[in-house]
């Protein structure tokens, strides 16, 4: 177990599969989104700082950059369009 905890590829997966989540957060009922956001943000500080400490701060940066960027701008294609579907 602890080998498998200081392999980079190990924090680069759960940083993919937090960014995976990050992209369903659309998707999610607005009543619950801030809550889903909270946790996310809870998740993926631990997730971030053992990506750093295992591969480095340029690594970190970049990945704060992108989970940022996913939380804050969510990507094009899972926008809700309204009631109807209509444009």
Known sequence: MIALASHPATA???AVLW???ACLLPF???RWRHSALWA???CGVPVLGWLTYLCGP???VL???LGLSLLVWPPLGSR???RHGAH
């Open 12 to 14: 680069a997966l759960c």
């Open 19 to 21: 960014g995976v989540a």
């Open 28 to 30: 999610v009922r607005l």
């Open 40 to 42: 996310l943000v809870l």
């Open 58 to 60: 340029g690594f970190g």
């Open 63 to 65: 990945f704060l950059a």
């Open 80 to 82: 809700r369009r309204g």
